[in-house]
């Protein structure tokens, strides 16, 4: 039975040769401005269809 725990509480206990690698880049979001439009035109699109077929 493994009793070493998975994630490594101490940084400097990792591997030399990882060590002097600069830490990782997080990418960066595209400035994406419409998405809050594109929810609410899907939003209404699906309960419109939704209680248009209802009253059919």
Not at 15 to 31: D, I, K, V, Y
Not at 41 to 46: G, K, P, Q, R
Request: proline letters at 9%; aromatic letters at 16%.
């Amino acid at each position: 039975m493994m009793k070493r725990r998975l994630v490594l509480t101490n940084e400097g206990a990792g591997h030399p040769m990882r060590r002097r690698l600069p830490p990782p880049r997080l990418p960066r979001r595209a400035a994406d401005q419409d998405h809050d439009w594109k929810l609410f035109v899907l939003s209404f699109s699906a309960f419109f269809v939704c209680f248009y077929t209802f009253f059919i």
